[in-house]
């Protein structure tokens, strides 16, 4: 460990010490924030995507109730902005932005991709959808499936729930799981097999 690094701890356990003894946190408020942070990653999206494709009821409830959703599979919800689900179909292909800033669905997602910070993708992604994926991602929506782009925000986070590919009838959640990308749950990419 360097200098700076124990500087910058010594100074966290200062301001976690002062933030606990004035009551404005708890040590197990920090310790949950921990624990949520650490557990937060694109695996837990592609649980609730793997659960929704073979659990007829679990999908109602992911569509209506995000969060009640996340929460059904042990993931920590408590302090988060509400989550949405956006389902992919036959007619429809949703794409997720924060045209704003950054906002992210992070208990489900984990931390945000790089790109998707980045003022050229937040630009494209509302003039020229279609023209962003395919340039980008190689996805290639058909003009008969509509493009709907929806802007995640402070007040409410989206993820999208995608169509599950076919070729896999019979294959258990922790195998369909596997196969749902980051980016499938944004919007730019579509599960394959
Ligand atoms: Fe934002």
């Given at each position: ?27 197990a408020?920090?310790q949950e ?6 557990a ?8 609730m995507?793997?659960?929704a ?7 109602a ?8 959703a996340?929460?059904?599979?042990g993931i920590?919800?408590?302090?988060m902005?509400p989550?949405g689900?956006?389902?992919?179909t036959?007619?429809l292909h949703n794409?997720?932005v ?8 992070r ?6 991709p790089?790109?998707y ?7 494209r ?7 962003l994926l395919a340039?980008e991602?190689k ?6 499936v509509k493009v ?5 925000t402070a ?7 995608p169509v599950?590919?076919?070729g ?18 944004i919007?730019?990419?579509?599960p394959?097999?």
């Amino acid at each position: 460990m360097n200098i700076l690094e124990a500087d910058s701890d010594r100074l966290l356990a200062a301001v976690r010490s002062l933030l606990e003894k004035k009551g404005i946190v708890s040590t197990a408020e920090v310790q949950e924030r921990m624990a949520v942070t650490d557990a937060a990653s694109p695996g837990q999206g592609a649980r609730m995507v793997a659960k929704a494709w073979v659990d007829p009821a679990y999908r109602a409830l992911m569509l209506e109730d995000g969060t009640k959703a996340a929460e059904s599979l042990g993931i920590m919800m408590r302090g988060m902005p509400p989550l949405g689900v956006l389902e992919n179909t036959a007619e429809l292909h949703n794409l997720v932005v924060c045209t704003l800033c950054s906002c992210y669905p992070r208990a489900v997602l984990g931390y945000p991709p790089f790109w998707y910070k980045s003022a050229s993708f937040r630009a494209r992604a509302v003039r020229d959808p279609r023209g962003l994926l395919a340039s980008e991602w190689k996805t290639i929506v058909p003009d008969a499936v509509k493009v709907r782009v929806v802007d995640s925000t402070a007040d409410y986070r989206w993820m999208v729930l995608p169509v599950r590919p076919v070729g896999t009838d019979g294959w258990d959640e922790a195998r369909l799981a596997g196969i749902v990308r980051e980016g499938d749950m944004i919007g730019v990419t579509v599960p394959g097999v």
